[in-house]
C-alpha cells in the first residue's frame, strides 16, 4: 500500500522504495512486498522475466541456475529446457535434467526457524535457499539449537553442518540435590530452566543433606521428558548438629530464627524466636502473631514479617539502614494447634552455622506442663541432647511464662507439612 509519502511502500513499521517491491527479494520481513496479490497488478517491462507469482526480475537471471524469483520459477526445468534445449541428455527426465544451485532447509523437528540474514525474511520449512544466501537459525519453544546459528549455501551445499532442533527437558533444581550434567561427552551448566536432549545428569546430595541411597542418574530423552536409568538419591537434611557448641566465638544454636515484625514505619521489631525444621519450615508459638502493629492489616498477614538468621542484635532495626541480619521473607503460616508452621519464600541453604534440628522420638502422654515460667523467653525451644548422643533434639517450647507443649503431639502434623512442600520441589 502508498504511504504518506507517494513514492514509498509501506512496510509494516519501515518503508520501501517502488523499485524495491516485486523485484523477486523479500525486502520486508514479512514478505508483503513481493505478494501475489499485489505482484500481478505489476506490468513487466520488456525484456524483464515475469515470475509466476508476478514480481519482475532483469532477463539475465532467467535460467542461470541461481533462483532470482522468490518462487524459484526462473529456474523452472521446463522452461529452462525449452530455452537451452542442448543440455538435455537424451532420455533423462526433465526434472532432474536442469540443475539449479540451491540448498534445501532440512528440518525433521518442525521446529527450525531460518531467516535470511540480510533481508530478515523467514524460509519455509523444507524450502530451497538460493546459492550464496546467508541464513540465522533458531529453535521455537521448547527445542534447543545444535549447531551454528549463521550458515551459508555454497555450491549446492551448506558451507557446515546444518543446525538442528532438539527437543528440551524442563528442569527444575533444589537445595537437596547437587548435580553434574554432560552433554556429548563434555560438561554443561544444570543451572538452566531447560535442558538439551541427551543432556546425561548425575544426582546426589548436596552439602548439608543425607543420602539414603546411592547417586542417581538420568537422561533427556528425544520426547523432552527425563528417564531415570539409576533412582535418584533421598536426600534428608543432616539435623541436630552442633559441632561448635562449646566456641567462644559463637554460642548460639544454628536452628535458631528470630521473628521480626513490621510496624507502620519501616522498623522491624523483635517479637519472638522460631525454630529451623526444614530447609522451608520454622516453629514458632501461635502467640507471637497476635499483636496489631498496623490496625489496617491483620496481625497474621505474612507481609508485616521477616526472619533473620541467628543471634539478635537488639530489640528492633530499620530496614533502610545497615544491618547485621541475613533476612528471609515469609509466604505463610499454617496454624498447628498452639504453633505456628512458618514458610519461607525461599529455602534456606544449609551449612554449619545454619542447619534444622531434630523433632524429637520420645513417646509422652504428658504433653503439656504448667508452671511458673517467668524470665523464660516466649517461643524458646527446650533441645534435649542427652537421648542420643551428638544428636540435639527439639523437645518442647515454651508457649509463655506459664505454659510449655512437649513436640511429640505436632510432631505428625510437622512431618506432615515437611513432606508436602518437599513434595513441590523438583529435581
Avoid at 244 to 266: C, E, I
Avoid at 340 to 365: G, I
Wanted: glycine content about 6%; aromatic content about 8%; proline content about 6%.
Amino acid at each position: 500500500m502508498r504511504s504518506r509519502d507517494e513514492d514509498l511502500f509501506d512496510c509494516k513499521g519501515s518503508c520501501l522504495n517502488w523499485s524495491q517491491v516485486c523485484d523477486g527479494l523479500a525486502d520486508c520481513k514479512d514478505g508483503s512486498d513481493e505478494d501475489g496479490t499485489l505482484c500481478t497488478a505489476f506490468e513487466c517491462p520488456p525484456p524483464a522475466f515475469r515470475c509466476l507469482y508476478g514480481a519482475c526480475v532483469s532477463p539475465n537471471a532467467m535460467c542461470n541456475h541461481i533462483p532470482d524469483c522468490l518462487d524459484g520459477s526462473d529456474e523452472m526445468a521446463e522452461i529452462c529446457l525449452a530455452k537451452n534445449p542442448s543440455v538435455r541428455p537424451l532420455g533423462q527426465d526433465v526434472k532432474n535434467a536442469w540443475k539449479v544451485r540451491h540448498c534445501r532447509l532440512e528440518d525433521p523437528s518442525k521446529s527450525l526457524v531460518v531467516e535470511n540474514y540480510v533481508g530478515g525474511t523467514t524460509f519455509q520449512r523444507n524450502a530451497l535457499v538460493p546459492d550464496k544466501t546467508v541464513i540465522h537459525l533458531s529453535c521455537r519453544n521448547g527445542y534447543a539449537l545444535i549447531g551454528e546459528e549463521k550458515n551459508i549455501c555454497d555450491q549446492d551445499q551448506w558451507r557446515f553442518p546444518l543446525a538442528r532442533c532438539v527437543p528440551q527437558c524442563k528442569h527444575v533444581g533444589n537445595l537437596r540435590h547437587a548435580r553434574q550434567c554432560t552433554l556429548n561427552g563434555r560438561l554443561i551448566d544444570c543451572d538452566q530452566s531447560v535442558l538439551p536432549m541427551g543432556t546425561q545428569m548425575s544426582v546426589t546430595c548436596s552439602s548439608g543433606y543425607e543420602k539414603t541411597e546411592g547417586d542417581g542418574l538420568q537422561f533427556c530423552d528425544e520426547t523432552g521428558s527425563w528417564v531415570v536409568s539409576k533412582k535418584l538419591p533421598k536426600c534428608e537434611p543432616i539435623c541436630g548438629i552442633w559441632k561448635l557448641k562449646n566456641a567462644t566465638s559463637w554460642t548460639y544454636p544454628p536452628w535458631l530464627m528470630n521473628v521480626f515484625q513490621r510496624g507502620h514505619k519501616p522498623e522491624f521489631t523483635l517479637v519472638c524466636h522460631a525454630t529451623i525444621v526444614s530447609p522451608y519450615i520454622l516453629i514458632a508459638p501461635e502467640i507471637c502473631f497476635r499483636n496489631v502493629a498496623i490496625k489496617s492489616v491483620a496481625s497474621t498477614e505474612p507481609v508485616l514479617y521477616t526472619v533473620a538468621e541467628g543471634r539478635s542484635y537488639g530489640k528492633s532495626f530499620l530496614a533502610h539502614e545497615p544491618h547485621p541480619y541475613k533476612l528471609h521473607n515469609v509466604s505463610d503460616g499454617k496454624n498447628v494447634g498452639t504453633l505456628v508452621l512458618m514458610h519461607l519464600v525461599q529455602p534456606l541453604e544449609f551449612h554449619v552455622k545454619l542447619r534444622p534440628v531434630c523433632l524429637t522420638e520420645e513417646v509422652t502422654d504428658n504433653w503439656i506442663t504448667a508452671g511458673d515460667f517467668n524470665g523464660v523467653y516466649r517461643s524458646q525451644a527446650i533441645i534435649d541432647d542427652e537421648r542420643q548422643p551428638d544428636r540435639y533434639e527439639l523437645k518442647e517450647i515454651f508457649i509463655d511464662a506459664s505454659k510449655k507443649y512437649h513436640i511429640g503431639v505436632f510432631k505428625q502434623a510437622i512431618q506432615n507439612d515437611i513432606a508436602e512442600t518437599e513434595a513441590k520441589d523438583n529435581i
